[in-house]
């Protein structure tokens, strides 16, 4: 079967790969239809990403047909459309018996921490497939990127009506925007990237767009959010000095959630941290019930990924289009890649 490999740094391979064995107890065989492209997979072939092991097969975005099943399999049968959930979780650690198995102490993502999707078939637990029978497999694969927003507006508690910013405006910025206006938030934006405020004004419907990197930010939030600040600041950069800069975007006993992350420490202007009495949280991945709420949203119109689709190819063409989806001037949000069967 094709297989795409991450060999190192920059190079991609496509190899031909021995088709996975019938599923085992509890597993579910899929055929894998698309495929999503994140930043973590552009870390990845960027080689900055730490402690990752090449080769891998990349691909933890996935949109999937059920083949077959094995033994005590009953949520799933073959010929279902799934999304599927990555986090391959130990089921026994103090976060797994909370209930937190999205930060599993042992924690392996597939297509991470172990081969994940971009290749025709693989097994994987059934409990880990969210079926829809309405989405198309394009929908399904960005399920997995769209918990990310979801579970961090989960941590920060929205409640309706307040005025929440976001700070950095891909991806995993628009997921947050998407699901704070589900909450009933006012939604404020703030990014580098002028054209990407545009898209959040266009398709995400937010009250305002702040660009950075100019001028006196909170004076200008301010002013914007006529004399108060936002009660909660998500930050989705995963750039340490905006995590640091984000902490005085907060308005006092507001909440600050620290969605990317940052391969380094952060320093904390402990002042203002007390003077405000801020709470600071951490949002990991996303547990296993709110891919199902996800599904629902989508199926149900509330949310709507057509135009984050930037750049689509097929697994054949990746390896050549690849470098020129990672230039500033190509635009791109989401790239999806469709296995051909
Ligand atoms: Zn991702
Ligand atoms: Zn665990």
Request: aromatic share 6%; hydrophobic share 40%.
């Given at each position: 079967?094709?297989?795409?490999?991450l060999?190192?740094p920059?190079r991609?391979?496509?190899?031909?790969?021995?088709?996975?064995?019938a599923?085992?107890?509890?597993?579910?065989?899929?055929?894998?239809?698309?495929?999503?492209?994140?930043?973590?997979?552009?870390?990845?072939?960027?080689?900055?990403?730490?402690?990752?092991?090449?080769?891998?097969?990349?691909?933890?975005?996935?949109?999937?047909?059920?083949?077959?099943?094995?033994?005590?399999?009953?949520?799933?049968?073959?010929?279902?459309?799934?999304?599927?959930?990555?986090?391959?979780?130990?089921?026994?650690?103090?976060?797994?018996?909370?209930?937190?198995?999205?930060?599993?102490?042992?924690?392996?993502?597939?297509?991470?921490h172990?081969?994940?999707?971009?290749?025709?078939?693989?097994?994987?637990?059934?409990?880990?497939?969210?079926?829809?029978?309405?989405?198309?497999?394009?929908?399904?694969?960005?399920?997995?990127?769209?918990?990310?927003?979801?579970?961090?507006?989960?941590?920060?508690?929205?409640?309706?009506?307040?005025?929440?910013?976001?700070?950095?405006?891909?991806?995993?910025?628009?997921?947050?925007?998407?699901?704070?206006?589900?909450?009933?938030?006012?939604?404020?934006?703030?990014?580098?990237?002028?054209?990407?405020?545009?898209?959040?004004?266009?398709?995400?419907?937010?009250?305002?767009?702040?660009?950075?990197?100019?001028?006196?930010?909170?004076?200008?939030?301010?002013?914007?959010?006529?004399?108060?600040?936002?009660?909660?600041?998500?930050?989705?950069?995963?750039?340490?000095?905006?995590?640091?800069?984000?902490?005085?975007?907060?308005?006092?006993?507001?909440?600050l959630?620290?969605?990317?992350?940052?391969?380094?420490?952060?320093g904390?202007?402990?002042?203002?941290?007390?003077?405000?009495?801020?709470?600071?949280?951490?949002?990991?991945?996303?547990?296993?019930?709110?891919?199902?709420?996800?599904?629902?949203?989508?199926?149900?119109?509330?949310?709507?990924?057509?135009?984050?689709?930037?750049?689509?190819?097929?697994?054949?063409?990746?390896?050549?289009?690849?470098?020129?989806?990672?230039?500033?001037?190509?635009?791109?949000?989401?790239?999806?890649?469709?296995?051909?069967?």
């Amino acid at each position: 079967m094709k297989t795409i490999t991450l060999e190192e740094p920059g190079r991609f391979s496509l190899s031909d790969t021995p088709e996975p064995p019938a599923p085992g107890e509890g597993e579910a065989q899929v055929k894998i239809h698309r495929v999503g492209i994140c930043g973590t997979d552009i870390h990845a072939y960027r080689g900055t990403m730490p402690f990752f092991t090449y080769p891998v097969v990349p691909g933890h975005e996935l949109g999937v047909e059920v083949v077959a099943t094995g033994i005590g399999v009953s949520n799933v049968r073959e010929g279902d459309r799934c999304s599927v959930e990555p986090y391959l979780n130990c089921g026994h650690c103090p976060m797994c018996r909370a209930g937190r198995t999205n930060a599993c102490i042992e924690l392996k993502v597939l297509g991470i921490h172990t081969d994940g999707g971009m290749r025709e078939l693989i097994n994987v637990p059934a409990h880990k497939l969210h079926p829809s029978s309405v989405l198309p497999y394009e929908h399904l694969a960005l399920v997995e990127t769209l918990g990310i927003g979801c579970h961090a507006v989960q941590r920060a508690g929205l409640a309706e009506g307040e005025n929440i910013l976001v700070v950095g405006a891909g991806p995993i910025g628009l997921t947050v925007m998407a699901f704070a206006r589900l909450a009933g938030a006012q939604v404020y934006a703030m990014d580098l990237n002028a054209e990407r405020l545009g898209f959040c004004r266009r398709e995400m419907q937010v009250q305002g767009t702040f660009l950075a990197g100019k001028g006196e930010p909170v004076g200008e939030l301010r002013e914007m959010l006529d004399g108060s600040m936002p009660s909660v600041v998500f930050d989705a950069t995963g750039y340490g000095p905006s995590m640091e800069a984000s902490l005085h975007f907060v308005q006092p006993g507001g909440r600050l959630v620290y969605v990317g992350v940052w391969n380094g420490s952060i320093g904390i202007d402990d002042p203002e941290l007390h003077r405000k009495e801020l709470t600071i949280m951490a949002s990991r991945n996303a547990p296993s019930d709110d891919f199902p709420l996800i599904i629902n949203n989508l199926e149900s119109g509330q949310l709507t990924v057509n135009s984050w689709i930037t750049h689509r190819c097929r697994e054949s063409e990746l390896m050549e289009q690849f470098p020129a989806w990672l230039q500033p001037e190509a635009g791109l949000l989401k790239g999806v890649v469709s296995f051909a069967h």
